[in-house]
């Protein structure tokens, strides 16, 4: 079968290989599935650049490594323990192991769910990782009918599904931050208003915000709090700017840390890939009720899998970008 391989000493470049189907006993766990689709995530991105410079050194040198994480298709075999799905059924996921660039791939069934009837493969594909991240956003800042909102990179793969969740199914009040470009479709998605960042500065909004989702990793702790409700929640994607992982790194790891100047604390969460079966069903149940959409910008093919890592490289993609497999 074809998959998509890092492989030692070449740099960020991805290969597409001819490797052996998943072989040998099923662990009752697991399930196997038929990959139709999948997707690229800036988090991908950041993994090949940190495997190829070394920083996983160890399995970056010695071995090919395989990539991606999210993925829509048919289950081929189940192991004895899986019940929540079954042969034939048309599943995704989004995996805590890489290897989804793939035509076949192995995953727990914790991480599995039926996709949403409404989208196609490649658009459930999208929604996987991104739309679990997103849900997982509005646990953490415990959003609800009452909060207000800002998101930070409202047009791309997490914001533009988080402003819907939040908006849509939870009934906040969300203000979206995006480009004068994507201002009217990010208004579409049900968000109280657009900012325009490339014509007004965050910190100048009058506004002050129960959660704020930086979905960039452009804007540093101290910008965030001058528009943050005391007790507020200050949300961010791996990938954040150095100048944030400094000021992370240079204060308390309490989670509910104070910044110089400041009367009262506000929190900062931040955190990789969610994997859970249960986002997922949710998710499927909120796009097949009509509450949220899944915007995929381009789809690429498997074999432009290098293509599809770089248009999502360039940045200031629309949604997401998915890749077909079959």
Known sequence: ?????????????????????????????????????????????????????????????????????????????????????????????????????????????????????????????????????????????????????????????????????????????????????????????????VVDYTTHNIRDLPEQFDVILDAVGGESPESCAKILKPGGYLIGLVGHSEEVKRTIASTSRDLGWRLRGLEAPFHFRTFLNLPRGSYLRELASWVDAGLVEVEVEKTYDLAEIQDAIDHVERGRTRGKVAVSVR
């Open 1 to 193: 079968m074809k998959a998509a391989r890092l492989h030692p000493g070449a740099g960020p470049s991805v290969n597409l290989d001819d490797v052996s189907s998943p072989h040998g006993p099923m662990l009752p766990t697991t399930v196997q599935i038929e990959v139709h689709a999948s997707s690229v995530n800036p988090h991908d991105c950041g993994m090949i650049r940190q495997l190829a410079e070394g920083v996983y050194e160890k399995p970056s040198r010695l071995v090919p490594i395989r990539l991606g994480h999210d993925l829509s298709g048919i289950v081929t075999a189940v192991g004895s323990a899986v019940s929540n799905v079954a042969v034939g059924d048309e599943v995704y996921s989004t995996t805590a192991k890489m290897g989804a660039w793939a035509e076949e791939f192995r995953v727990h069934h914790l991480q599995v769910a039926r996709r949403p009837r409404t989208l196609s493969h490649a658009e459930s594909a999208a929604l996987a990782m991104a739309g679990s991240t997103a849900r997982h956003v509005m646990r953490v800042g415990k959003v609800s009918a009452t909060t207000s909102m800002l998101v930070i990179g409202a047009s791309g793969g997490v914001g533009h599904l988080a402003v819907q969740i939040a908006s849509k199914v939870l009934g906040a009040r969300v203000t979206a931050v995006t480009s004068g470009r994507n201002a009217d479709y990010v208004r579409g998605l049900g968000v109280a208003e």
